[in-house]
């Protein structure tokens, strides 16, 4: 639920104690852990410098917001809601304008409306954006020609364009991707706010480049036959349904930048502990989810709902002792774990992991991810994700959460709102040779439109094959 109401606060400097005393936690004790996929800045006084001035500006999220999200996953957790997480694979600073943000905003509402609609329970809509600047990368070096430069680790750190100024780590990149999360949740507000988001009025939230898609025409019988239970609600009961006019909206990001994380974690009045106010939802990547690692590290002390990526190569001793470490006490809500296993491996490696978890008592959501461990590259080199494959290992895990007396309780998806051509298949039966057409993404392919709607639909078909 995104609001514009600011959350008084107080932050402490965060010194580090390595003590190893449970109550000594605070938000810079991850330096005395291994922190991987860190930013080198090559100018260590410029970085504090940024962290200070970054530490005394406002939070981008209120603490009642997260502790309300964490709420509504605690009943995806009981099967009474349905969990959707969706936006870029990594956003840029330069894509934060309205048109790129509210197409974004279409895309999951028309996702949420045809999962609320087949599922017939409420949705608990999660952007993957409004602060997605970061990325991990599989080294830290890239050479072109003979060249080698930094990395490109996203927006929040450096430049995508390969020169030696644009991939030198520049912490003034955080100032501005704290001003660009501000931005595009304010926008996001200000739209929900003012009944964008209003179930009378779907119609606002068609993207004009899919008018003559048969996708598009199915969401509008949808949408008709939900404004029709609409209307009839209210002529039973005599009056308009005033809550159907906004929805709760939620951020996230993966929290992979430690410095930057650690500036924006604060306590508030009348709160016990301590809040990540730069996001409502912060995930560890499957890269950074080392028990004995910064990131868990930094992820056991903060009251947020947090997300763990988990791929083919967990164990079920590496996720019995996460949630040992991240959830104690075994508090609901507090726990997603977001499987990528990718279509070849999902058979094979879910179910222990499944049971692994049921064996400790603690509660989880369990989100399939079925993005990340289908990622191909073609002949002529450029990186792309099937839709059929998207499609099975989605299908899949559904079933395989069924026949493990489990439920898969949400979907984590990369998607745009833009006509892009990134994935192959889907309703257009996109081919290789579509790709070069519209491939916008500077890091991961991701689902337009027509795939995410489609997928959505595909979704229902499944739960309701299993009922």
């Known amino acids: 639920m995104i609001t514009s109401e600011s959350d008084g606060m107080s932050q402490g400097p965060g010194k580090v104690d390595s003590s190893g005393e449970e109550n000594s936690w605070q938000p810079a004790s991850w330096q005395a852990w291994e922190a991987k996929q860190q930013a080198k800045y090559p100018d260590q006084d410029e970085l504090e410098n940024v962290l200070q001035e970054l530490s005394a500006l406002p939070p981008l999220v209120t603490s009642w917001e997260i502790l309300a999200l964490k709420k509504q996953i605690a009943e995806a957790q009981a099967g ?24 974004r905003l279409k895309v999951l509402l028309q996702m949420s409306l045809a999962l609320t609609h087949g599922l017939q329970k409420p949705v608990v809509r999660v952007g993957r954006f409004a602060g997605q600047y970061a990325k991990p990368r599989s080294s830290d070096v890239e050479t072109r020609d003979g060249v080698t430069l930094p990395s490109y680790r996203g927006d929040l750190v450096n430049s995508v364009e390969f020169t030696p100024a644009a991939r030198r780590p520049d912490p003034h990149r955080l100032i501005q991707g704290h001003a660009s999360s501000a931005m595009t949740m304010n926008f996001v507000r200000a739209l929900v706010d003012g009944g964008f988001a209003d179930l009378h009025h779907p119609e606002y939230w068609n993207l004009s480049w899919v008018q003559h898609s048969p996708l598009a025409d199915e969401f509008q019988r949808l949408a008709d036959s939900l404004g029709r239970a609409v209307n009839f609600m209210e002529t039973i009961s005599g009056r308009r349904a005033g809550s159907l006019k906004r929805v709760d909206f939620y951020t ?13 974690t604060r306590t508030v009045p009348r709160q016990q502990g301590w809040f990540n106010l730069t996001t409502h939802f ?28 988990v791929g083919p190569g967990a164990s079920a001793t590496q996720l019995e002792q996460l949630l040992k470490k991240l959830n104690p006490e075994s ?12 279509v070849a491996n999902i058979e094979a490696r879910m179910p222990p992991l499944i049971r692994a978890v049921q064996d400790t008592g603690s509660p989880v959501l369990w989100v399939c991810d ?17 839709f059929r494959n998207i499609m099975n290992e989605m299908e899949t895990a559904i079933e395989l959460h069924h026949q493990n007396d489990s439920q898969l309780g949400g979907a984590h998806l990369e998607l745009t709102g833009e006509n892009v051509t990134e994935c192959t298949g889907g309703a257009r039966n996109l081919d290789e040779a579509d790709l070069k057409r519209a491939y916008k993404s500077i890091v991961d392919p991701r689902l337009n439109y027509e795939q995410a709607l489609e997928l959505s639909m595909l979704i229902v078909s499944k739960f309701d094959k299993l009922t």
């Open 252 to 264: 996230s990001h993966e929290a992979l930048h430690l410095h930057y994380e650690q500036a924006l």
């Open 282 to 309: 912060p995930w560890i990547g499957m890269r950074t989810a080392d028990v004995g690692g910064a990131h868990v590290e930094y992820f056991r002390g903060i009251r947020n709902p947090v997300g763990i990526k």
């Open 370 to 386: 079925p993005m990340h461990g289908n990622t191909e590259t073609t002949a002529s080199g450029i990186k792309t994700r099937r």
């Open 80 to 103: 009474n809601r349905f969990f959707l997480q969706g936006g870029d694979c990594a956003e840029n600073f330069t894509e934060c304008n309205s048109e790129v943000i509210t197409n």
């Open 331 to 342: 508090e609901a809500g507090r726990i997603v774990l977001i499987h990528r296993m990718g």
